[in-house]
């Protein structure tokens, strides 16, 4: 990217600082070369401003304790040592399923993921106070509503049908996500509570298990699949965000 003292500044040196996983020395070097660069200074501090806030939503979770079932699954039974193969894929498979609204708060995920939902629950507290314009395009331009997110994002948006849940899709709009567009959909029930999915086209691939988190009374259902994000946004409710997530899932996936 450039240079400090003789030694290039990387991407990975950004987010590393971002983190707070630099060592001193580097760290100093890497913050001089940022005074010299005020536009990557700022894209540095913006990210610390996201990590915050996400951290102060979702520590309290990354507190609980592990499940029982993955606990058992990840200790090996003291005769049988030579079965802990098995029993790794095993336990990698509970986490990939039935504990996947179980997470785990750390460099484990992408730096992407933090800001993604970072943004779908700001896109969704700011856009359901909306009593004339909560969406761009409404549901009766259906066509011209999944063409125009599609091409906006660059990959196919076809809005999950939840009427089965009593949810009715409202439209959608193209919400900024980090310099790049996004599609956020808006459903209501007759209760006139309203949720959203915000769905992110990505250039890298990357793969997470349904995570959940919350803000204030709202709670957020996200997981990422292959180069798509998705955060599906509601009341605080996480049995029935889960549950609407796995039928979204299933109709997008």
């Known amino acids: 990217m450039s240079e400090a003292l ?22 100093a070097e890497v913050e001089a070369w940022l005074g010299e660069n005020p536009s990557e200074r700022d894209r540095v501090a913006g990210w ?4 915050a806030m ?31 193969p098995s029993i ?3 336990a ?4 990939g399923g039935v504990f996947a609204g179980w ?15 970072a943004i779908g629950l700001s896109a969704h507290q700011v856009y359901i106070q909306e009593v004339r314009h909560p969406v761009e395009v409404t549901v009766a331009e259906a066509d ?34 980090n310099g790049w567009p996004a599609a956020l959909l808006m459903y209501e029930n007759a209760a006139g509570e309203r949720f959203t999915l915000l769905i992110v086209h990505y250039r890298e691939a990357a793969n997470t298990a349904f995570r959940y988190t919350t803000q204030r009374d709202f709670g957020a259902v996200w997981w990422m ?10 009341p605080d409710d996480r049995a029935r965000l889960l549950d609407l997530s796995r039928s979204i899932y299933d109709q997008v996936s």
């Open 6 to 27: 003789g030694r290039p500044v990387t991407e990975e040196d950004l987010v590393a600082l971002a983190d707070d996983r630099l060592d001193a020395a580097r760290s």
């Open 48 to 51: 610390r401003r996201q990590s």
């Open 54 to 84: 996400l951290r102060g939503a979702l520590d309290p979770v990354a507190a609980e304790p592990a499940p029982p079932a993955l606990v058992a699954a990840l200790t090996p039974p003291p005769r049988s040592r030579w079965q802990w």
């Open 88 to 90: 790794a894929a095993v």
């Open 92 to 95: 990698a498979g509970i986490v």
């Open 103 to 117: 997470m785990i708060w750390g460099s484990a995920v992408p730096l992407q993921a933090r800001e993604m939902v």
């Open 144 to 177: 011209h509503l999944t063409s125009w997110l599609s091409n906006r994002i660059d990959t196919e948006v076809a809005p999950p049908d939840l009427t089965a849940a009593g949810l009715a899709l409202l439209g959608g709009r193209v919400v900024p996500e």
């Open 225 to 234: 699949d292959g180069e798509v994000g998705y955060v599906f946004s509601g």
